[in-house]
């Protein structure tokens, strides 16, 4: 916490605490976190807490196609992907302690009865489940000035009453001018084009129920929030009318700290909080984001994206990374989503279109050899490559046997017969039975060969990188790869953690997920060099970002 900004430490931690009502997917995170992003830009030192009530300990174990993809946190932490956004908007590192599921607490709260520690009491979700929600809350506020708190879900859901519950106590054992509660609910059209009020009332109405009582309601709308819906909501729902605002549709998720700070959310939670004082002056605000986000750009570029879960989410933070270079490069990037499968029988013209070609991670046989096929067509081309954890893997696989030879590679995870099984299981991966946060997890240092193209992305000669996998690159197999012309420029120990082509414009591959640790304000490397890459022209590239109207932007 800046002194400047003369916050007193001795206030304690200020809570703000996030519901939905209505539906799920409205953007409440991106709201909380756009408010906190604000809060950072004023001097506070904000972090987060995402409460998810599956009875998951984590998401490890999740289908990426029917939850999005699972976030990687430094220390290993598998969790839901709104914790990426945060981190994110926040530029902040968090830990697993960040995630409360309910599979984390009823696992602790049986061990501790298993163990005694009740005394012979009967164990009940009150108190001893809501203890411990109140408690992980409390420990993962603690050095921070302000701490958002997401519930997940909607108010209603029966897998969310104990933490709303919880979030009552909460609010009885605090200072009321500690905590404020945000709703966040789904304000619709009619067809007549009215904006229609009464799903709010319901929700709001349903919270009040269970004896809490928002502080702040946001509109989620198409367009700003007329101001006779705001005096309705505030005259049904109780509130202010000047604690009703509008979170309507943007652009750019980017834009929408942008938005909040228009309709002056981040004020009025710095006056409910009384952060006003302790704020910096309005002139003297950090600015980099809004400067960021709203220069002008100077061209565009098309990048293929060869995954094989048909849903966007899946593949969130890859998509927000090549974002972030674009910002960095001042170029649009145009993300063109190609299922895998497609490619199986060759690109046959579907990548001819693009500028450069990004294969992401992901589980199971199905798809990959699409896979390989686009790895392929990048490396004979001169098509700027990029390829993470898996998509790294099938371009050792891809080079193993079209370059070497060596018919039938593949890995053993996709192929246990393979007669050369190029990509391996992790040695200490040969006893383990459980499948929930037993693979090679977290952030780990990847030492750089110097005078190599990964030296030039990251500027250093080293770099800490999260991982996500359980097989990696066979050892019996690095000689003939290098000497057929693959170099392994980062390793860890043994492990090999980035492979790269020299006669090729820009192909590199990453064992690990860079694309977790990109920000709109730092971008990460990779992904800036693969951009490079294409802007200063590779075989189907484009031109230099110097020359916009050939790069497909105006003069």
Sequence with gaps: MPEETGYDPSLGNKFIFVTGGVMSGLGKGITAASTGRLLANAGFDVTAVK??????????????????????????????LDLGNYERFLDIDMSSDHNVTTGKVY??????????????????????VTDDIKRRIREAAAGSDVCLVEVGGTVGDIEGMQYLEALRQFAHEEAPEDILFAHVTLVPYSKNGEQK??????????????????????????????????????????????????????????HVPLMVEEEGLDEYVMEHLGL????????????????????????????????????????????????????????????????SEDLVDGPDGALDAVDGVVVPGGFGARGTEGKIEAVRYARENGVPFLGLCLGFQMAVVEY???????????????????????????????????MGGTMRLGAHVTEIQAGTLAEEVYGAGTCKERHRHRYEVNLEYIDDLEAAGMVFSGRSGNRMEILELPDHPYFL????????RSRPTRASPPFV???????????????????????GGEP
């Design 276 to 339: 006003q004082g302790a704020a910096l002056p309005p002139a003297e605000r950090d600015n980099e984001w809004r400067n960021l986000v709203t220069r002008d750009t100077e061209g565009e570029v098309t990048v293929a994206l060869v995954g094989k879960y048909g849903l966007e989410d899946a593949y969130l933070s890859i998509h927000e990374a090549l974002k972030h270079a674009g910002l960095e490069k001042r170029v649009d990037v145009e993300r063109r989503w190609i299922h």
């Design 51 to 80: 409460i998810d009530p599956y009875l998951n300990v984590d998401a490890g174990t999740m289908n990426p196609f029917q939850h999005g993809e699972v976030y990687v946190l430094k220390d290993g932490g598998e969790v839901d």
């Design 529 to 551: 060099g693969f951009l490079e890459g294409i802007l200063e022209g590779g075989v189907g590239g484009v031109a230099d970002a110097e020359e916009p109207a050939a790069a």
């Design 400 to 434: 193993a046997r079209t370059v070497l030879g060596l018919d039938g590679a593949h890995s053993a995870e996709l192929d246990p017969d393979t007669p050369h099984p190029v990509i391996d299981l992790l040695p200490e991966q040969t006893e383990t039975e459980d």
């Design 107 to 128: 696992q602790r709260v049986i061990e501790a009865e298993r163990a005694g520690d009740y005394l012979g009491k009967t164990v009940q979700i009150i108190p001893h």
């Design 197 to 254: 009020t009464k799903p709010t009332q319901h929700s709001v109405k349903e919270l009040r129920s269970i004896g809490l009582q928002p502080d702040v309601l946001v509109g989620r709308c198409e367009d700003p929030l007329e101001d006779k819906t705001k005096e309705k909501i505030a005259l049904f729902c109780d509130v202010p009318t000047r604690a009703v605002f509008s979170n309507p549709d943007v652009e750019d998720i980017y």
């Design 509 to 516: 591959g990453t064992q690990f997920h860079p694309e977790f």
